[in-house]
């Protein structure tokens, strides 16, 4: 668990909310190029362990070092890209047009008064053409479908050419044909443009089919390890008896 | 219109009323969708306490109720953050003290003349020359920080979280528009009074979001349906001789309620969409 090789190294976390233990002692790394998935019950502390790492909220111990760079002091955020959950939430009849959701995502690369130039209007054209979108850039976001939404805000984290994307259970509420072709593109996105992705998920098929590393979370880390040890670990096994039977192949 | 503009009291009128109720239109569009229109009539019950205390200190009561005003978004804000409180609930707390200070001032002094009055229901026919000066420059300080920080301000109002994550300082943007909405606040005050000041900051924004389709273009729909309703409402008051604040208000509401029937007839686009991609 070297912090020198890791993009990210979360050591001995713990995190406790009005006397109540979310989080006990959570270490690991992410290492440049992982498709992590991030994987526990409803209410194992999965997104507030994201929103740690991001330094969204602060650990009650144990410390988050991002790039090098302890998280409170991490100033390189044009490196990190985020789609929260609440993405999926999004005010239908909020009045931002694709284009202005995508151009946010530069504002860490912008000094101030971060006025944009032709250049980020060729990067914003860019993202979307990444996810397909390049042709919906003057809609109203909420005129579009749950799953084109959710691929505008990987646009949105992906504008910048961070290094790292964190995803919150992205595709809650979008139906299964649309899924499939989401995570086909962060596939495509981790191995052809080596994206670090960090993946908030319930969904076994996706682990199956494209991380490479697995965490399993329920207050505390009681697996962290690759792809073929998540498949063959007795303690999964054991854990999901009776509620997934997990067909492990990757692509 | 020309007998109009030959009283200077109309020209100041109608420069001061046009430029503070962009301001507060601009505004609005970002508070409204923070869910935080009703901080405007929160702040604008302060600042009654700070026109009775500037009026029971024989200071500037415009000048009294700005800092009142400033002091009180700040608490807000705090109360939100630090105790844990419901918007609402932090804006009926602070909104509360301000009404109740100002109800004790008034009875200590006795009575205050008409000028209390002026403040409670808008005055802007009567506003001075030095009042037009510093109405002005505040609406343009208002108005040229929220160009500055126009992205930050954007991102925030969109999604807070990712806009942390994005190395946006949420919470000094957070202090930057509380201080703006107060200072708006005192502005809107003069031209609409403390009772309507909050339909200012509301109505052109809630109009707007009936049919912006972007951000920039939600702005401009605002400040041009505050623009039209302050213009058009001072004439209509000149010439049927009604009271400016009420009029003002009433036009911006009119054109809440076009644009309102207007959305109904916008064609739904999602299945195009779906289609297309």
Redesign the interface.
Known sequence: MSTNSSLIHVDNVSFNFHGLKVLQDISFSISPGDFLALIGPNGSGKTTLI?II???LKPSSGRIVLMGEEVHQF?Q??R?G???Q??TLL?P?????V???V???L??L?R?????TRQDESSIDKALDRV??K??K???IG???GG?QQRVFIA?AIVNGPDVLFLDEPTAGVDADTQARFYDMLAELNRKEGLTIVLITHDFGIITKHANKVACLNQRLFFHGTHEEFCSSQAVQDLLRGEHHLVCHRH | MESLLSYAFMQRALLAGFLISITCAILG?FLV?RRDAMIGHGLAHVTFGGVALGLFLYLTPLLVALGVAVFSALGILKLKERAGLYGDTAIGIISSLGMALGIILVSLAGSFNVDLFGYLFGNILAIDPEEVWMALILALVVLITI??????F??LT??P????????QVRRLDKLMAILTAVTVVLGMKVVGILLVSALLVMPAAA??QV???????LMISASVAGISAIAGLVIAFYFDWPASGTIVAVSGLFFLVLFQARSYRKP??EE??E??
């Open positions: 929103r991001l330094g969204i100033t955020w044009q990190i985020y789609v929260p609440k993405a005010d009849y909020f009045p931002a047009s284009r202005e959701v151009a946010m995502g504002i860490s912008k101030f008064p971060r006025l944009l397909g979108l042709g919906l003057s809609r109203r005129e579009l479908s084109q949105r | 569009v969708l160009v500055l920080f126009y992205q930050e954007v991102f969109f999604d979280e990712s806009a942390r994550t994005s190395g946006v707007a979001l912006a389709r972007s951000f920039k273009e939600a686009a999602q969409l779906n297309r991609v």
